[in-house]
C-alpha cells in the first residue's frame, strides 16, 4: 500500500518538475529596456484605458495576446507621431466604438452597462422585501412541513 502511495506522489510530482525544469530551459531574455521611459509610461497609462477586444476582461496592458500586443505597438507608434492621448483614444474609439474603452463614457447607447447592474440590486431587494413581507404575514400552518427522516441521525432521550 505504501509503495502503491510512492507511486502515485512520483506519477503527481515529476511531470510538475521536469515542466519546470525544462520551462526554465526554453525561457527567453527579457524584452530590451524602452528608449524613451516617459514615451512608454504614456503608452502604459493609455492601454491601461483600452479594453483587450480578444480577452475582453483585462486591458491591453495587461492582455498577452497577439492583437492587445499590435495595439499596445500602433500606440506607441502614434505616440511617437505626436499624437496626443485623447487623439489615440478618439482613433481607437472610431476604429472599434466604444466597447474598446475600458470605462465607456455614459451616453444612451450604454446607459443599460452602467445602470443594468444598479437596476437589477434594487429588483433582487424589492423581490426578497415583497417574499418576506408576504411570508411574514402567513400563519405557521400554512408552511410545508418538513418531512421525517427515514433514520434518526441521534437517538430521542
Keep these: 500500500m505504501a509503495k502503491r502511495g510512492v507511486t502515485l506522489l512520483l506519477a503527481g510530482v515529476l511531470p510538475v518538475f521536469l515542466a519546470c525544469v525544462m520551462g526554465a530551459a526554453w525561457a527567453n531574455d527579457a524584452a530590451p529596456a524602452v528608449d524613451n521611459p516617459a514615451l512608454e509610461a504614456r503608452m502604459v497609462t493609455i492601454a491601461s484605458e483600452l479594453r483587450c477586444l480578444v480577452c475582453q476582461n483585462q486591458t491591453i496592458a495587461d ?86 427522516s427515514a433514520a434518526p441521525d441521534h437517538p430521542k432521550p
Design 63 to 148: 492582455s498577452h495576446a497577439e492583437l492587445a500586443v499590435d495595439l499596445r505597438r500602433q500606440v506607441r507608434e502614434m505616440l511617437q507621431a505626436g499624437k496626443t492621448d485623447q487623439e489615440i483614444t478618439d482613433y481607437m474609439t472610431a476604429r472599434y466604438g466604444d466597447f474598446v474603452l475600458y470605462r465607456p463614457p455614459f451616453k444612451a447607447t450604454t446607459a443599460l452597462l452602467w445602470l443594468g447592474p444598479a437596476a437589477m440590486v434594487v429588483i433582487g431587494l424589492g423581490s426578497l422585501f415583497v417574499v418576506l413581507r408576504r411570508r411574514s404575514r402567513m400563519a405557521a400552518d400554512q408552511f410545508e412541513p418538513e418531512e421525517p
